[in-house]
């Protein structure tokens, strides 16, 4: 009986408000709300429903996952997982740098065509944009390295790729003189020689680095647990499983088994040898050209780097008719060098 008053008590003013239809609206969306919130609440009473109840459910829920997830955020798995999961952010922000570099690097091969049959100003004036243009490019490519170092620190790659960045500059330099025909008993070396010092300090550098990187891996693989990781991988690729079953919290790094390591290891060591070896061999030829001191031991050194790498011994050979020292080749070498420069490619 008192829930059919609280009815008729309700219909009588929801009546009231339909008389004052013509009062301000304002005003009547607040009674409006008022009225359904006093409905709200008789449904409440006599029903004994709570129709906000599921607002109260959400927030008690997510109160209690806050609970959850806090416990487990401070807990030392999860300090773990987040320690590998910063390790790769740093990873990907370190590549971003790198390969943006390399774009730079890229763009200085740009080839700019010098008419030699123009006039000597002309020729020596766009000569000096094109080796001022490469020259910016490769400074902007070092920015880019040296930022993704300093994102982080262990990055081999990245060093590696600045004493790649040095060593071009290095060429630039000499192949900007020699261009340029400018008499080489004048001709100050010191930056060049500068530039070289600096890239094989950074080869050094960075094939530690890699070493190091190298050891840690292998000692990973000596694990116990590897051989099951791997007996894993073995059983996923006879399966010929893709890259969306990978093994959780691992990449594709962690899933290579002892013989693709050692195969890429062996991969690896052989391009840094090869790169130290023409390193060396482009300094000796700047050496022998200004007629200093030690240039052929920096060529017996760039050979035993090119033995290392796995040349063989004709390509050693034809290499060696090529160096600068052999008289048929200085021209040659020259001509060579003139066209680089001409055409800017090749860096």
């Given at each position: 009986e008192g829930f059919d008053v609280e009815i008729e008590k309700t219909e009588k003013e929801a009546s009231k408000r339909k008389i004052g239809a013509t009062e301000d609206p304002e005003c009547k969306e607040v009674e409006m709300d008022d009225w359904l919130f006093e409905f709200a609440q008789l449904f409440r009473t006599h029903v004994g429903i709570d129709p906000d109840a599921h607002i109260d459910l959400h927030e008690l829920g997510m109160e209690h996952c806050s609970e959850a997830l806090e416990e487990t955020v401070t807990s030392e798995e999860a300090q773990i997982l987040f320690d590998k999961a910063a390790a790769k952010f740093q990873e990907v922000?370190?590549?971003a740098f790198f390969n943006w570099g390399n774009v730079h690097m890229c763009a200085a091969r740009k080839r700019?065509?010098?008419?030699e049959s123009a006039g000597k100003e002309v020729v020596s004036e766009k000569l000096q944009t094109a080796y001022d243009w490469v020259r910016e490019k490769y400074s902007l490519a070092r920015e880019k390295y040296t930022e993704a170092l300093s994102i982080k620190p262990d990055f081999y790659e990245g060093l590696l790729a600045l004493g790649q960045?040095?060593?071009e500059m290095a060429k630039l330099n000499w192949s900007f003189a020699l261009a340029?025909?400018?008499d080489l008993s004048t001709w100050?070396?010191?930056e060049t020689l500068q530039l070289f010092n600096s890239a094989e300090e950074k080869m050094k550098g960075a094939t530690e680095m890699w070493e190091k990187l190298e050891q840690q891996r292998v000692n990973e693989l000596k694990d116990p647990n590897s051989s099951k990781k791997e007996e894993l991988?073995?059983?996923k690729k006879k399966l010929g499983s893709g890259a969306e079953n990978?093994?959780?919290?691992?990449?594709?790094?962690?899933?290579?088994s002892a013989e693709e390591v050692a195969e890429q290891a062996a991969v690896?060591?052989?391009?840094?040898?090869?790169?130290?070896?023409?390193?060396?061999?482009?300094?000796?030829?700047?050496e022998c050209k200004l007629g200093m001191d030690g240039w052929k031991k920096n060529l017996d050194t760039a050979v035993e780097r090119f033995k290392l790498a796995g040349a063989s011994e004709a390509d050693i050979s034809t290499v060696l008719k090529n160096h600068c020292s052999n008289g048929d080749a200085v021209e040659g070498d020259e001509k060579k060098v003139v066209g680089d420069v001409n055409q800017i490619s090749d860096k």
């Open positions: 922000a370190a590549l700019i065509p010098l008419d960045q040095q060593f340029k025909k400018i100050d070396p010191a991988l073995k059983r990978e093994l959780p919290g691992t990449g594709n790094q962690c899933e290579l690896m060591r052989s391009q840094i040898h090869l790169f130290w070896g023409n390193m060396l061999f482009e300094r000796s030829q700047v």
